[in-house]
């Protein structure tokens, strides 16, 4: 059973923009911590950014704080991940994740119940 469901991925030029999003049906997520993460080829899964659900905190990591906006639409279950100006850097599966709270520190290895993902690829 898939209780997290990323879209939104897509191949674009460096410069461009895309919302991510992330999405369930499970009313167990509302007070969940929410995270994203990407994984680019031969490299570790990276946390990106972060939000309680029931509070509205959110976090992100340094390389993401310029660049990457997250948000949330409670009544849409949805958690969204926004990347603007893009680089071929960006390139990589992006996933969310969830896990009760505490949110922090944005390790993979924390967070309990993974999406399957949604590939974005940004050429130069």
């Known amino acids: 059973q898939v209780e997290l469901v990323e879209s939104g991925g897509g191949s674009v030029q460096m410069g461009g923009s895309l919302t991510l999003s992330c999405t369930t049906s499970?009313?167990?997520?509302?007070?969940?911590?929410v995270g994203w993460f990407r994984q680019a080829p031969g490299k570790e899964r990276e946390g990106v950014a972060i939000?309680?659900?029931?509070?509205?905190?959110?976090d992100y990591m340094n390389f993401a704080k310029d660049r990457f906006t997250i948000s949330q639409d409670n009544a849409k279950r949805s958690v969204y991940l926004q990347i603007d100006d893009l680089r071929p850097e960006d390139s990589a599966m992006y996933y969310c994740?969830?896990?009760?709270?505490?949110?922090?520190?944005?390790?993979?290895?924390?967070?309990?119940?993974w999406g399957q993902g949604t590939q974005v690829t940004v050429s130069s």
């Open positions: 939000i309680n659900r029931a509070l509205g905190d959110i």
């Open positions: 994740a969830a896990r009760p709270p505490a949110c922090s520190p944005l390790d993979a290895g924390r967070y309990t119940t």
């Open positions: 499970e009313y167990t997520y509302d007070s969940a911590c």
